[in-house]
């Protein structure tokens, strides 16, 4: 299986009592993780192409739009090489 690109962001403090819709959550962008899984408990410890690694793995929130332009710029050098 191939490696592809999932965009994600990262997961909320499981810690913090869920106060709302946010419930800890921070960052509010997409990262992109290259992985050749779907499973949330394997691409927990992977870094973004960006290089965050997110304290409390990586989560999906279908509200959140914006992609982070780190990541873009990163895939975008890596595609032209």
């Known amino acids: 299986?191939?490696?592809?690109?999932q965009w994600l962001t990262t997961a909320p403090n499981p810690r913090v009592p869920a106060t709302?819709?946010?419930a800890g959550q921070r960052g509010w962008r997409l990262h992109a993780?290259?992985?050749?899984?779907n499973s949330f408990r394997e691409i927990r410890f992977i870094r973004s192409v960006?290089?965050?690694l997110p304290a409390h793995g990586w989560s999906l929130d279908i509200f959140i739009e914006d992609k982070c332009e780190r990541c873009v710029r990163a895939l975008a050098k890596s595609a032209a090489a």
């Open 1 to 5: 299986m191939s490696a592809t690109v």
């Open 20 to 22: 709302g819709v946010d």
């Open 50 to 52: 960006c290089g965050v």
């Open 33 to 37: 993780i290259r992985t050749a899984s």
